[in-house]
């Protein structure tokens, strides 16, 4: 590898190291003849480039890093026993990813999406991830439903378009999915900058303490930058006049030493306030309410480092619900249990079976012989080391267990799983959420940005949707059917053809 920044230049060569005479030339025959196989240097770099593009994420594709650091602001040492939640004061280095969901690579920044909030800890334990998004809640509970959902979200099969009927069909069949679809068409819908947006764990997970003691908890990253929205139509312009402006907001703040920072807390429960509580605690698509369960603060999240790579850092980061350390472990909510399968196996697919050596992946210590070979190997493959237990080498590994987080104890018989019918618990909360807009005066720009997306939908799927909405506030279901009617649909709305 070269180092830009002293000596002389390094010499060219090709990928074995040869240098090269003459790096715009190929060897042809004659003056107009044909080229020769012999010319290693032409081959190696079109077989190179025929290469570059790996796959990109199936969804959350459309993103943008920077490194950072974690620091405890307060003793929670009551609750969690992991290493680096532990002392005031610690510092742990740290790798951010924010993203769009629906989109390809190369789609605006500004789209109306939930965006990804995924943080890589390199603790002395091991890397944690906390792959989470800018909302509280999500659009199903069920793991099942999620490529069909996502399916929606992406192109038509047959026109290759956006689809508002796909879109609004799923969301009026599946209504569990308002109280996200509330917060989605929201201002907060299209975030001004990364900056400008909170992070959510969504999910409850289990902490630990030293004594074996266990709360379920759900993680809030508050920004300290406030929060700052677009309204739809600015979100609209700058899909024209700049798709990558949060990528240019975020790379630009912390260059000129503007960083970042995010204030985070902690929400508990205890298992005998979850049996009680008004909700089912694995519910994905419910908050707990801030005035039973407060929050406590413990730590500040700071970006202060842009990645000098994308496709080295950025593109190959690769997170996981799966990574984690003691002290911290995932519920039994079944989006999150399908989750902890989901990204390590895209990761294989993505960046091949080693994608934890990759240095933006790899753990500050690691230590596993018994994971041997496979594509891309670049940690010397252990060496000699045994690579089966045996006694044979006894200081090959020891083992530093110091308590067991089995905690739980669940007995049933298998049964079909599905958490699809809604009740009246289900529109609850999308129903204050409501008022909220009410008092902080987004009611009208919530109509607005559904009927503009919802226009383009079959009258059927509209009056489904309209339904939902009246399940939330009779008031927000009226003033909707009336926005949408008002505007006149696109002379061709793509459909899905029934
Ligand atoms: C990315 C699956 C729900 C947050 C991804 C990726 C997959 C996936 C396959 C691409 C990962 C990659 O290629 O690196 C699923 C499944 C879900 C689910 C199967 C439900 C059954 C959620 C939820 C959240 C979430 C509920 C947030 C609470 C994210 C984030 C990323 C992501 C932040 C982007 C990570 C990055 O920046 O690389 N998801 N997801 N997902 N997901 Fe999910």
């Known amino acids: 590898m070269s180092d830009k920044k002293s000596g002389p230049p ?13 790096p715009n030339a190929s060897i042809r025959v004659g003056q107009h003849g044909p080229l020769l196989l012999q010319d290693h240097h032409l081959i190696d770099l079109l077989a190179h480039f025929d290469r570059e593009r790996i796959p990109e994420r199936v969804v959350h594709a459309k993103g943008s890093g920077a490194y ?5 602001t307060d003793d929670i040492s009551d609750l969690v026993s992991s290493d680096f939640l532990n002392g005031v004061g610690k510092k742990t280095k740290t790798f951010t990813r924010f993203s769009t969901v629906g989109g390809e690579k190369g789609s605006p920044d500004s789209a109306r999406d939930p965006r990804g909030f995924a943080t890589k800890f ?18 199903i509970r069920n793991p099942s ?11 038509n099969p047959e026109t290759n378009l956006k689809d508002a009927t796909m879109f609004w069909d799923f969301l009026s069949r599946n209504q569990e999915s308002v109280h996200q679809v509330m917060q989605l068409f929201s201002d907060r819908g299209t975030p001004a900058s990364y900056r400008n947006m909170n992070g959510y764990s969504g999910h409850a997970y289990k902490w630990t303490n030293k ?10 990253l508050i920004t300290d930058q406030g929060i700052k929205t677009l309204n739809n139509e600015e979100a609209g312009n700058l899909t024209a006049e700049n798709p990558d402006h949060a990528q240019e907001d975020l790379f630009e703040a912390i260059a000129k030493g503007d960083f970042p920072s995010w204030t985070v807390y902690v929400q508990t429960m205890t298992p005998e306030q979850a049996e009680k509580a008004p909700f089912n605690v694995f519910d994905l ?24 790579n994308y496709f080295a850092e950025v593109e190959q980061a690769a997170f996981s619900p799966a990574h984690t350390v003691p ?21 294989r697919h993505r960046l091949g079976v080693n994608y934890q050596q990759i240095p933006v992946n790899c753990p500050l210590k690691v230590h596993n012989p018994f994971q041997r070979d496979g594509a891309g190997v670049v ?49 609850v909360q999308a129903g204050k959420l409501w008022e909220v807009f009410g008092k902080s005066g987004q009611q009208d720009a919530f109509v607005h940005n559904v009927s503009v997306h919802l226009q383009n939908a079959k009258p059927e799927v509209q009056d489904r949707t309209f339904d939902m909405f009246t399940k939330v506030s009779p008031d927000l279901g009226s003033r909707l059917r009336e926005a949408t009617l008002k505007l006149k649909p696109r002379a061709k709305a793509p459909g899905f053809r029934l």
């Open 122 to 139: 390199y603790t002395e334990e091991g890397v944690i991830d906390w792959v989470y998004n800018n909302t509280p809640v999500f659009f």
């Open 68 to 72: 950072g650091h974690f620091e405890v």
């Open 211 to 220: 004594k074996g003691e266990w709360h379920y908890v759900q993680i809030h």
């Open 145 to 155: 439903k999620f490529p069909t959902f996502i399916h929606t979200q992406k192109r």
């Open 10 to 22: 390094p010499v060219y060569t090709t990928s074995n190291g040869c240098p090269v005479r003459d």
């Open 379 to 427: 940690n010397g493959n252990y060496g000699a080391l045994p690579n089966y237990p045996t006694d044979y080498s006894p200081t090959t590994y020891r083992t530093d267990v110091q308590l067991s987080e089995r905690h739980e104890k669940w007995v049933g018989t298998a049964t079909n799983f599905h958490w699809d019918v809604t009740g009246p618990e289900d529109y």
């Open 327 to 347: 002290g911290f472990e995932p519920s039994a909510d079944p989006v999150l249990q399908s989750r902890l399968f989901s990204y390590s196996d895209t990761h």
């Open 285 to 308: 698509t419910k908050v707990w309410p801030h005035k039973d369960y407060p929050l406590r603060r413990f730590g500040k999240l700071t970006l202060d480092k842009n990645p000098e």
